[in-house]
């Protein structure tokens, strides 16, 4: 296949994920947002890298090593998956109970993107790919982690994401590139 993946070393840890994947201009937007409200509320921590930003569909789980055929089959069942482009508002700012980190996430969850994580959960079922995806779908992108405290959630100025597709990432940490894109997939 040429991805590299089979081919790290035997001890690597690879995480997979499906996932709405930001193009540049989304990226720095979302960074600039990210410092202003680090800057209005210092809540400690770090500020993940523009290049880390995701939201994720669907969480397939950690391998050492990653299987090719896993990938296949991952492979597989996004491409069997049919839903349309929508746009996303990354609206508001808040952080989930017990964890250390903040998110931007959506006052209004587009119906749309919950068909496409629903259809992507239910391709990847009819494949026998099992996920490790929470109980429920609670759409956020990461923007700072080992906050000192929680944020309630609270309205921010929108930035405009227009989604057109989704992609799987192969995560290797420690490696030099964190997180690979191996396959993208259209949105109609």
């Known amino acids: 296949m040429g991805l590299g993946l089979v081919d790290a070393a035997p001890g690597q840890m690879h995480g997979q994920f499906f996932a709405l994947w930001p193009d ?3 990226r720095r937007r979302i960074a600039s947002t990210a410092a202003s409200l680090v800057s209005a509320h210092a809540p400690g921590g770090r500020s993940l890298k523009p290049d880390k930003y995701h939201l994720t569909l669907q969480f397939l789980g950690d ?7 896993r990938v296949d089959e991952a492979k597989a069942a996004a491409a069997a998956v049919r839903s349309p482009a929508f746009e996303l ?4 700012v808040g952080s989930f109970r ?11 969850v587009p119906a749309a993107l919950r068909a496409l994580y629903d259809a992507l959960g239910q391709s ?4 026998r790919v099992p996920v490790k995806s929470a109980a429920t779908f609670v759409p956020h992108l990461t923007v700072q982690r080992d906050v000192r405290r929680p944020i309630a959630p609270e309205p921010v100025p929108a930035v405009a994401w227009p989604v057109r597709e989704f992609v799987l990432i192969d995560s290797q940490p420690g490696g030099g590139t964190p997180y690979e894109v191996i396959g993208r997939w259209p949105l109609a």
């Open 24 to 26: 540049d201009a989304l």
């Open 63 to 69: 391998f050492r090593p990653l299987p090719a055929s």
């Open 89 to 92: 508002a990354l609206d508001q």
């Open 98 to 108: 017990g964890a250390n980190v903040w998110w931007l996430g959506s006052q209004q």
């Open 124 to 127: 990847l079922a009819r494949h």
